[in-house]
């Protein structure tokens, strides 16, 4: 149990601001009530969800969405509401500019445009005092010979590393890929092998980001999670889950099992020693169901499955490997997967002073009700906004 | 050649009102010129691609996108541009009731709205003299336990069972299907089988609509194609092409032999017959290509894909077939799909007074820079308007 | 817990013969020692299954594998034992004849031995008073235009017509149908669609069979058992587990939270109920794990699944579910799921008079030793024995 | 034309001896006439490939499968039927050894075994001056738990470290990557990331290879082809075409619109220079359709692919894709595809005094008949011989 503590003690989870606007599809975006209508109001709700979960103490910003005059006035009120201001996020994909790429675009001033804008979200972040920089391009093209696959490589290569030349010491450039989407035939960063071939050219403040939902079906998330942390560039995850494409659900609700390998992965790993410099942030739609309580119901999923990930039985696990007894090592795993941690975690909340049920005194707090009823008029937030 | 020609005479293309709007994905939609911004300059833009392919004589209508005051002066419009109106689209989506469904929506309330507006387009299709109602329904579920499966469907045949009540004796309600998306957990009418259960339970005037982007990664679509005309209920085609989920290319764009294989079973089982019933439709997203070419583009790859599926020479593809000719009977058919057909689909543009490169003849036309002038001011269709 | 121990004791899950010969892929079988050699073996292994679950009582045969020249005797012998025969398995995808298929062949004669061997299957029924015969057909082809694929549904049509004719009032015709392998374009039964419509046209005897493993990516299967179980043609599960196509693992193993929503599907639809007739059966390959021992996993994985699914809080569940109360109602059925249910199930094992822990018990037992020693020489069983 | 046959000319496809064995599925490996018995026997047939399309002058060995005690009489016998050895192959997976691993066991002696096989196929590749080795690696686990995957990519970096060591100044170890199958959790070598990470610590000689079939759903095949050529590792090509796993049918039967975007990269990045080191190859099992003529088709389709690539206006893509036409820089791909290429062909075979159709040819030949007629007695060369 003390070892299992100390493991969750170090599991901070990074919640996103945009995950408390209003989110959809292309089909429809759904408004709800109480939502944020400026980037202090996501911090005031990102702050519910550290103070009743005491696992969520920092919140990622995206520029422009979160952009204020005084990032300092915006990190002191973070502070005053018991967070911190995290990741910055680059916003390359909504500018009418970007609809044939961003810094990959054919055009060079459509790219220096785009690099510009990198190279902005670095300014904040010393204004923010943000180690990491999450870059991720929408950039891609729809049809076969729209455009040139190897010279977008070129030209992604080129504003990554004048990027990389900007940002501090202390400072990393975390490279997000995905799949597909917005772009369907070809996606200029689509995989972990080409976010790592970019990382690798660039120099070691360049680091992975795996987002959870990204990925082909079918792919086994939790071997990449591995290789990259024995080539020391896992730099961050972004948590999510789905069942389909990027479905952008709350992570550990489509496969909850595949969550607790993937902690596992980590543990074995080394990416939750207290040394780690990996990050895990949530990256979210809450499309139907309310924010706050969604974000909180995300991050106790992830303590529930790293949780069981820290109970696995390691020295027997070896040892059933190590001797070929397939049925008794998937055991030893299936054993801690099988075990209900939720009255381990209720006993750990408690011990910090938390309420055993954080969803339960959440609801009972009446923030909810507070919020629809004092945020009204103004533009409510949401992707764009 | 002649049997060809008889063929292509017979193969109607309905183009998709919506298609000459913006559309893009949940991160950007992007604006572009000379986009519609009314129904009337929607049937303009789809008269423009039937004036040049002599293949496209029908335009689909969604409500409410295209809803007006008068239909018969909308019909009188589009006979004057040289069209007519055809399918009657209905919308349940997009109104914020429906976050949860449609007419499966736990609440009566909504269900009833819902079915109300499903009624309306009868009642416009009646204004209209449409023959078709294409019901697609966004309803599903994303979470595990959100809502109970099976009583989804028993709201939906209640719903389903009062429109067909509704329709007339010429009229037809066509059921789509589709595997996810917008929902991404359950779907309620996610795949060929359970709309054609529906539609059994309806009777002879409901069918399955095919939209070629709605399966599962790896689906033979031909098959389905071939199993629905084979039970007399394969409806209608939304064609349109993917690499990875519902990315709505243009039909034919990201794998042309597919398009052609579906021809192949459309013509063998009848369904380009000169009695047949199956309705060619459109319904594709231009989010980054001009939109009268995209739809151009994608009537002359469907004449294509049928004219190389019409060459098939059956005689000896049967015998090959019974005989067990893997390799030959493989080969007839690679025979004709790698033939070319241009020149022969401009030689039949030609005899019809048409020119034989429709998109060399429309770029020359200045239209598109003739409404990127004119339509300027006003909001731009898109979805939602 | 007495309705979870009613619901247990109506969970007979039966073990195929099959299970405990050698299986592999096709790149190589690899062989155990004390692989059983004849039917009579086979049969012991899945004696001992059922001696320490409690809840495989049956086993499924495989014809021509299970041959024997005096049924009456291998029942005997079963009942020796403490289990039953159950359904019967016909093989039409292992003589050379069948390489293009069998019941769709193009060539007659192929068609009349193929039908042949099924109509022997249900004399084999009559003699070994089985109530199901399972026919699952790797009918299909490789290349397009290899064979018509609609007139392999008319020849499919009509063998299944005549098998229906001979099979008696209290017996069953169940059919499975898989998405690829292998055949690799089209498979002649792909998906719950074409099976169940082949069903409707025979008549009530005639039942969908649903392998958990036969799916196209992403596919939900609980909305499929949804689905049969509303329109009354759910026969059976072959249960298993797969992370990519038909991998064939242990069910439970690949994704317990699927096995869990399929449970209670099954659950809410009444499949499990007193008077169902859906058929729980294993169908998976352990090429690399003991024999026994894997099916005795497998077996206990169902069990817990459905333990965790009768402990959902219906009430509660459809509360929640009625009032749009999206994190609500996923929160009541993961309550469930989160619930560790091993100590409950071990209750229920011990009231019977069996071991808590059935894996250990059997370790503890000597078998596999005893088998390994004894079974020497012969053929051990395997695909084609 | 000059440069299309300059590039035609350049394009070797080498054949593998194992596509002239019998193969199959796991289900059934069906057996045809004619079918070689020996190296030689299979040599002979891979001649006959050559002899008709010019474009197949070496034949890759599998050892054991092609194991002889002289393989200079064997590379004679090559050179009489006009052919030459090419890439040896290594099996690591046929022995019951091997069912948890090879080179990646959890025992240090199944690892030694697999190492020492990997060494002495160098021997080989030195007695028979073959440039290339080529590894793949069955090794995977089946169960979460099963093994370690982070001490399994440490083993094999030993492995493969050992194995480069051993290799001359003029020749290359191809590590081939696979999706999943045989393992059905994970995959020692799964995608092109991996096999680039060892292959860059490793050094220059060591290199990618990309078998088409061996992806996830929807990956972009030609994307990873122009990311390798990008870093200089794309050693090579084993060619086949799939629509759903690893199906391993004929390379271009399942899209050959795919095969033409890779060929296009390949062309793009140098791959098809006078200089480039790019290994073409085919590995595919001919299930059902007979094995040289199935050869002479795909190496025929891979021509094709490649004459409509070669065909394509650079100068006009470029500048359609550098001024963001969408649709005009698509055109120019889809011209190219779109044009019939067999006349091209034809003329360019018969100007190296080949028959302009080589499977009529072939057909009228006799062969067939002739070796189906002596080849009878002996063993059947397939997996495992």
Chains 1, 2, 3, 4 share one sequence.
Not at 123 to 133: E, F, K, N
Not at 325 to 340: E, H, I, P, R
Request: hydrophobic content about 40%; overall charge negative.
């Amino acid at each position: 149990m003390t070892d299992i503590s100390a493991g969750l003690d170090r599991l901070a989870i990074e919640t996103p601001s945009w995950a408390y606007g209003n989110s959809g599809t292309r089909f429809k975006v759904f408004a709800q009530a109480g939502v944020p209508r400026d980037p202090f109001e996501k911090i005031a709700d990102a702050a519910q969800v550290h103070a009743y979960t005491g696992a969520a103490p920092t919140v990622a910003l995206h520029i422009p969405w979160d952009k204020v005059d005084d990032y300092a006035a915006l990190a002191a009120y973070a502070k005053d509401q018991g967070v911190e201001l995290g990741t910055i996020n680059a916003n390359v994909f909504q500018d009418d500019d970007y609809m044939l790429g961003s810094v990959t675009h054919p055009d060079p001033r459509v790219r220096r445009k785009a690099t510009d804008h990198l190279l902005e979200c670095v300014d904040v972040m010393d204004a923010t005092g943000s180690r990491d920089l999450k870059l991720w391009f929408s950039d891609g093209t729809n049809y076969p010979g729209q455009d040139d696959i190897r010279a977008r490589q070129d030209r992604l290569a080129e504003a990554l590393a004048e990027v990389y030349a900007r940002i501090g010491d202390d400072q990393r450039l975390q490279l997000e890929y995905k799949f597909f989407e917005p772009a369907f035939y070809t996606t200029d960063v689509p995989d972990w092998g080409t976010s790592l071939l970019h990382c690798l050219a660039l120099g070691p403040k360049a680091v992975v980001c795996v987002d959870t939902g990204h990925h082909a079906p079918g792919t086994n998330i939790e071997f990449i999670v591995a290789q990259l942390l024995r080539v020391g560039r896992l730099g961050a995850f972004d948590f999510n889950s789905r069942f389909y494409a990027d479905d952008d659900l709350m992570v550990g609700a489509a496969d909850p099992f595949q969550l607790f390998r993937i902690m596992h992965e980590v543990i074995r790993g080394g990416g939750l020693d207290a040394d780690s410099e990996v990050a895990f942030m949530l990256d979210q739609c809450h499309n139907i169901e309310p924010k706050v309580q969604g974000q909180m119901r995300s991050v106790m999923n992830v303590q529930e499955a790293t949780a069981k990930a820290l109970l696995i039985d390691t020295a027997a696990l070896k040892a059933a490997q190590n001797s070929g007894d397939v049925l008794g090592a998937n055991g030893v795993l299936m054993d801690a997967y099988n075990t209900d941690v939720r009255p381990l975690l209720a006993e750990w909340r408690e011990a910090k002073g938390l309420a055993g049920d954080p969803i339960a005194a959440y609801k009972a707090s009446g923030y909810l009700e507070k919020i629809s009823a004092e945020r009204v008029g103004g533009n409510q937030a949401g992707w764009g906004a």
